[in-house]
Protein backbone atom coordinates (compact mmCIF):
# COMPACT_ATOMS: atom_id res chain seq x y z
CA UNK A 1 0.00 0.00 0.00
CA UNK A 2 1.69 3.69 -1.28
CA UNK A 3 0.89 6.64 0.68
CA UNK A 4 1.51 10.20 0.12
CA UNK A 5 1.58 12.76 2.99
CA UNK A 6 1.72 16.39 2.73
CA UNK A 7 2.63 19.17 5.10
CA UNK A 8 3.64 22.53 5.26
CA UNK A 9 0.66 24.78 4.34
CA UNK A 10 -0.96 27.57 6.51
CA UNK A 11 -1.90 30.86 7.02
CA UNK A 12 1.20 33.43 5.22
CA UNK A 13 0.77 37.12 4.00
CA UNK A 14 1.14 37.99 0.80
CA UNK A 15 4.97 38.34 0.04
CA UNK A 16 6.15 35.18 2.20
CA UNK A 17 7.30 32.09 1.67
CA UNK A 18 5.99 28.61 2.27
CA UNK A 19 8.33 25.25 1.99
CA UNK A 20 5.35 22.12 1.56
CA UNK A 21 7.11 18.57 1.39
CA UNK A 22 5.03 15.67 0.14
CA UNK A 23 6.83 11.81 1.16
CA UNK A 24 5.73 8.73 -0.03
CA UNK A 25 5.80 5.37 1.84
CA UNK A 26 5.17 1.87 0.78
CA UNK A 27 6.01 -0.97 -1.26
CA UNK A 28 7.80 1.16 -3.83
CA UNK A 29 9.95 0.30 -6.53
CA UNK A 30 10.70 3.33 -8.37
CA UNK A 31 8.84 7.05 -8.23
CA UNK A 32 8.62 8.34 -11.71
CA UNK A 33 7.27 12.01 -11.96
CA UNK A 34 5.80 14.18 -8.83
CA UNK A 35 3.65 17.15 -9.29
CA UNK A 36 2.07 19.07 -7.13
CA UNK A 37 -1.33 20.45 -7.87
CA UNK A 38 -3.83 22.89 -6.46
CA UNK A 39 -7.16 23.28 -6.21
CA UNK A 40 -9.34 26.79 -5.47
CA UNK A 41 -12.51 27.16 -4.07
CA UNK A 42 -14.63 26.94 -6.80
CA UNK A 43 -12.28 26.69 -9.53
CA UNK A 44 -10.45 23.30 -11.16
CA UNK A 45 -7.84 21.03 -9.81
CA UNK A 46 -4.63 22.35 -11.64
CA UNK A 47 -1.34 21.18 -12.29
CA UNK A 48 1.16 23.76 -10.49
CA UNK A 49 4.81 22.48 -10.96
CA UNK A 50 6.50 18.75 -11.86
CA UNK A 51 9.24 17.18 -11.66
CA UNK A 52 10.80 14.07 -13.78
CA UNK A 53 12.73 11.04 -12.29
CA UNK A 54 15.76 13.06 -14.10
CA UNK A 55 15.09 15.99 -12.70
CA UNK A 56 13.37 18.09 -15.34
CA UNK A 57 10.97 20.37 -14.30
CA UNK A 58 7.82 22.35 -15.27
CA UNK A 59 5.83 25.17 -13.78
CA UNK A 60 2.14 26.63 -14.53
CA UNK A 61 3.04 30.25 -16.06
CA UNK A 62 1.06 32.00 -13.07
CA UNK A 63 4.30 30.38 -10.40
CA UNK A 64 7.27 30.45 -12.78
CA UNK A 65 10.05 32.35 -11.15
CA UNK A 66 8.26 32.28 -7.67
CA UNK A 67 7.62 28.66 -6.82
CA UNK A 68 10.16 25.46 -6.89
CA UNK A 69 10.00 22.12 -7.22
CA UNK A 70 12.60 19.61 -5.68
CA UNK A 71 12.69 16.18 -5.06
CA UNK A 72 15.11 13.68 -2.73
CA UNK A 73 15.03 10.44 -4.44
CA UNK A 74 16.66 8.72 -1.20
CA UNK A 75 13.77 10.12 1.39
CA UNK A 76 10.95 9.77 -1.45
CA UNK A 77 9.94 13.33 -1.15
CA UNK A 78 8.81 16.07 -3.02
CA UNK A 79 9.11 19.97 -2.05
CA UNK A 80 8.01 22.93 -3.21
CA UNK A 81 9.04 26.07 -2.29
CA UNK A 82 6.95 29.15 -2.50
CA UNK A 83 8.02 32.49 -2.32
CA UNK A 84 6.41 35.75 -2.97
CA UNK A 85 3.36 34.17 -2.36
CA UNK A 86 -0.19 35.94 -3.92
CA UNK A 87 -3.77 35.69 -2.27
CA UNK A 88 -4.85 33.99 -5.97
CA UNK A 89 -2.27 31.08 -4.62
CA UNK A 90 -4.83 29.99 -1.78
CA UNK A 91 -5.57 26.79 -2.51
CA UNK A 92 -5.31 23.34 -1.52
CA UNK A 93 -2.22 21.98 -2.63
CA UNK A 94 -2.08 18.41 -3.83
CA UNK A 95 0.75 15.91 -3.96
CA UNK A 96 0.64 13.48 -7.38
CA UNK A 97 3.38 10.66 -7.71
CA UNK A 98 3.50 8.07 -10.69
CA UNK A 99 4.79 5.13 -8.87
CA UNK A 100 5.94 2.42 -10.16
CA UNK A 101 5.60 -0.89 -7.39
CA UNK A 102 6.58 -3.85 -9.06
CA UNK A 103 9.70 -4.50 -9.89
CA UNK A 104 9.11 -7.00 -13.23
CA UNK A 105 10.06 -5.06 -16.43
CA UNK A 106 7.67 -2.79 -17.96
CA UNK A 107 4.90 -2.69 -15.85
CA UNK A 108 3.98 0.83 -15.73
CA UNK A 109 3.67 2.90 -12.66
CA UNK A 110 0.61 3.84 -11.31
CA UNK A 111 -1.07 6.88 -9.92
CA UNK A 112 -1.01 8.48 -6.23
CA UNK A 113 -2.68 11.29 -4.60
CA UNK A 114 -2.30 13.05 -0.98
CA UNK A 115 -5.02 14.79 0.82
CA UNK A 116 -4.15 17.66 0.18
CA UNK A 117 -2.81 20.31 2.13
CA UNK A 118 -4.30 24.39 2.83
CA UNK A 119 -2.33 27.08 1.69
CA UNK A 120 -4.25 30.29 2.54
CA UNK A 121 -2.16 34.10 1.85
CA UNK A 122 -3.82 36.68 3.48
CA UNK A 123 -2.94 39.86 5.48
Known amino acids: QVQLVESGGGLVQPGGSLRLSCSAS????????MSWYRQAPGKQRELVALITDGFVTNYVDSVKGRFTITRDNAEKTVYLQMDSLKPEDTAVYYCNADIVTSGVPLVPGMQYWGKGTLVTVSS
Open 26 to 33: GTIFHINT
